[in-house]
């Protein structure tokens, strides 16, 4: 049975669900739960309904396209994404392991495969941490790393409880629905875009990952005294702002020096009080995001954050509350997935490396219930999270042949 990757039709509705979007294109804006979110979770399940797959949605927002096979009782084979957008995004990031996982399950009803195994296509809510703080929220819950009741206490920037907004949004069941056992699924495949730049320097069409690096992220508060700019001297401040700078400052500096290029650490928030020109900052709001394939080095780094924190606070008269928002463990993807996706790729005679994945992404937590493993595709210059973030067709149809063809494997 040969496989065929509908080119054409991939790409024109990777371009038609980008234009579903709160940003003008080429950006890309989908909150989760908003009106254009809804609409984009609308057009694909007509997407998968044309597939003739069956549809179903659980209390998060969860989507499950199932296409079921000989035994429908044994646990299925799954693959699947997001389209949840952050700001000013692209659009390709998780898209690709979404309409890809569409695309792929479509080739193999074409080429007259009948599966063993049912095959699962999931999209999964707010894999992007923009509207509730925390990202991975759907598999978060899927996998029980997020309790429903944890989950609850979540707001967005208004004050909105995630109870309020998915409800509002038209999802009426209880969260405790949503977690799964363990074996529910025989295996979980995620395609993805790499969101790094190794792929494409080494030339090599497909990197499958057997190691997904352990997240971390925590809010700091800075508190000093505030003041007029001319009326307060040099030697009475107690400036949040430079108290700040010279803690993200020493954040980055503990990240380089850590004795591995796998630990990395980013400060991608800084909210200023009362952000006025001729007044002192007296309130400052940090979001640290610290990051590494060893669980052991990645808390050793945030221990030497927190011991930075009680210095520059002693030192400069302020203080710094810290707020921890996720710690998560890193995972290894499972051999024998690794193995098969290998076999595939041989199979059709593409290249591939092994490689890490530092973003982390849902399968980190799809991994705690499943077997799991990714794979990923070069995107241009390693750009993500911007408007010309790109993949080739030529590069998304070959991600999507061999998972087409690993979901064969797996299925029979």
């Known amino acids: 049975m040969n496989l065929e990757v509908d080119k054409q039709r991939l790409i024109s509705e990777i371009e038609e669900l980008s234009l579903i979007s709160d940003a003008e294109a080429p950006a890309v804006t989908r909150i989760v739960f908003t009106p254009t979110d809804l609409r984009a979770r609308a057009w694909f399940l007509e997407r998968c309904k044309e597939a003739g797959l069956a549809v179903r949605q659980d209390a998060i927002g969860n989507i499950f396209a199932r296409w079921n096979g000989q035994n429908s009782d044994a646990p299925a084979v799954a693959t699947g994404s997001?389209?949840?957008?952050?700001?000013?995004a692209g659009k390709y990031d998780g898209v690709v392991g979404v309409l890809g996982g569409l695309e792929a399950i479509r080739a193999l009803q074409q080429s007259g495969f009948n599966p063993k195994r049912s095959i699962e296509l999931i999209l999964f809510t707010s894999e992007e941490p923009t509207r509730f703080g925390i990202g991975c929220l759907g598999s978060r819950l899927l996998s029980g790393s997020l309790s429903a009741d944890a989950a609850k206490k979540l707001k967005d920037k208004e004050g909105a409880t995630i109870e309020q907004v998915r409800r509002s949004a038209g999802f009426q069941g209880k969260l405790e629905t949503v977690k799964l056992p363990a074996g529910h699924y025989q295996a979980?495949?995620?395609?993805?875009?790499?969101?790094?730049?190794?792929?494409?320097?080494?030339?090599?069409?497909?990197?499958?990952?057997?190691?997904?690096?352990?997240?971390?992220?925590?809010?700091?508060?800075?508190?000093?005294?505030?003041?007029?700019?001319?009326?307060?001297?040099?030697?009475?401040?107690?400036?949040?702002?430079?108290?700040?700078?010279?803690?993200i400052l020493a954040i980055e500096q503990q990240a380089k020096t850590s004795g591995s290029t796998d630990t990395v650490a980013t400060v991608g928030i800084c909210e200023v009080f009362p952000g006025a020109v001729n007044s002192i900052p007296s309130r400052v709001h940090l979001s640290v995001d610290i990051r590494d394939t060893d669980l052991q080095r990645r808390d050793s780094l945030i221990a030497t954050v927190d011991a930075s924190c009680h210095a520059i606070a002693a030192k400069r008269g302020v203080t710094i509350r810290q707020e921890l928002v996720n710690a998560d463990a890193p995972a290894d993807c499972a051999p024998d997935i690794v193995e098969t996706l290998s076999e595939s790729c041989r199979k059709h005679g593409l290249p591939f490396t092994n490689m890490v994945s530092r973003a982390y992404h849902d399968s980190l937590f799809m991994s705690r219930i499943a077997p799991t493993a990714m794979l990923f595709i070069p995107c241009h210059n390693g750009y993500s999270h911007r408007p010309d973030e790109y993949a080739s067709p030529e590069d998304i149809v070959r991600g999507t042949l061999v998972l087409a063809e690993t979901l064969r494997s797996l299925a029979s």
Not at 82 to 88: F, M, Q, V
């Open 82 to 88: 997001h389209i949840d957008a952050i700001p000013n």
């Open 188 to 247: 979980f495949l995620e395609l993805h875009i790499e969101q790094g730049p190794l792929l494409e320097q080494k030339q090599i069409p497909l990197g499958i990952v057997n190691q997904i690096a352990a997240p971390s992220s925590f809010q700091l508060f800075i508190e000093g005294a505030g003041g007029h700019a001319g009326g307060v001297l040099m030697p009475d401040r107690r400036d949040a702002l430079c108290a700040a700078s010279e803690l």
